[in-house]
């Protein structure tokens, strides 16, 4: 071996020997051989770390038998060692073709039934350009913090929370349970992490020694901004964390289906005014919830869907990015509005629609977002079977609650977290859940207005949520949540084509309401 490969073995080494495994020096050589051993040395790690009882030396053998679950990485990545949380969405069921017959049975005619809606909470209608000074970000955040920390403490394992400013140092190890925001995440030079925490009584550095591989695991996926409860032991002026907690879902929660057997269909992202804008898609769609498409099954399943659910981004909007004006074929924002009327006046009229806003849509960016003016969308306003509200909505249908939002700080989170990727929005949905927060970061892509009283605290547990804007669909349950991801009706741009995003567009998830099973329809 040359000493270069050499030094790289014993890298490699010290990586399994600090997250506590011996490995022969045949692994050793097999890992030098793959393209990329360090991201692969991490599944491995992490895989071992996650079985019940985890080997002492990693061996061929110990690689064998585990291969098959590092290849099917794939699919909900960023989720995997809370992996136990999750269920199959109850089954996900796709299908390509409409030509099948529905899977679904027993389903009522939507139209024989009466819509029961309500909404619990939604942004009211503000000025657009509502500018807020800079100094009420301090109130903001002092909002986040308290509603937060009262969730924080409804767990068992916090309540002997302290402030920041009442810890006290002395020669011997004492523990100590904080909760605070993280102000500051940085790796150290070792692999560990360095966390400054901030409560309204001070701040505190603490370190998450890199040998702690399961905190070091937590701490990757921390949120800038974002309110967790922290346990460490403090000796002089050191603070080692032995465990991080966040607000988090409870184990037990669970959502009663609706008592007869309807539908919702989610959907978001259609981008009216691009050229991109999947026209004929959205028509086949259309014709499908009329029962006008497939065998007798497939029709009485279309039939079924009685509220469809639209989180944002209804037109493309204009001036949202350099040269858009090439890829619009409606270049004026109130016709683009013009145009989503037409479209969704020939979706029947026994279907409740409810629409919130986007980032492409033309309401305030500042998250939330209060609903599309009249004044752009007077058509919609008086269709009487829709209803425009705000970002983040939750609203209530049969007895289950609904979190919508559009879901812009998604890619904050999919770009924070190097583990979740933009082709699982589900698990960065997740990630959000356990914060319990929609938009935890400050000063990412995400604006969120200096507004006294956090509104993007996810203080009632939803039973479903529902975002869009990654264009990607992803479906998941998380203790108990069905977590939706809605994709696009908008193809790829080429903007998407240069950073490289592939959206999945016409897939649309439908959920029978009274079994919770969600089937993704592709129309395109
Ligand atoms: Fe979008
Ligand atoms: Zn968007």
Redesign the pocket.
Known sequence: MTSRIKSKASEFLKEFISSGYQVGSDVLELLMSKEQPESLIKQIIETANQLPKSPLVITKEFLNSIEPSIKGKTRSVGTDIFKRDFEIASPVIKRDSLLQDAPERNLIDAKDVEAEITILKTPNSKKITSKVPIENLANLFLSRYNKLKKLLQERSDTRNSVPIAALHSSDEWEDFQIIGMLTLKAETKVGGYFLEIEDPSGTIQVIVPQKEYNIVRKAERLLDDQVICIHGAMRKSAFLVKDILLPEIPTTHTWKGAPIPICAALIS?LHVGSAKFLNEVFAQFISWLKGEVGGEKERKFGRSVKYLLIA??LVEGIGIFPNQEKELIIKDIYRQYDEVGTLLKKVPEHIEIIIIP???DATRQALPQPPIPREFAADLYEMPNVQVLGSPAYINIHNIKVLMD???SLDDVVESIPIIETETPDSAMVELLRARHLAPSWGGKTTLAHEPNDFLVIEEIPDIFHA??THTNGVTVYRGVTVINSGAFQDQTNYQKRININPTPGIVPIINLNTKKVTEINFN
């Open positions: 992202d944002g981004d986007g980032n492409h559009h879901g812009r869009g804007h």
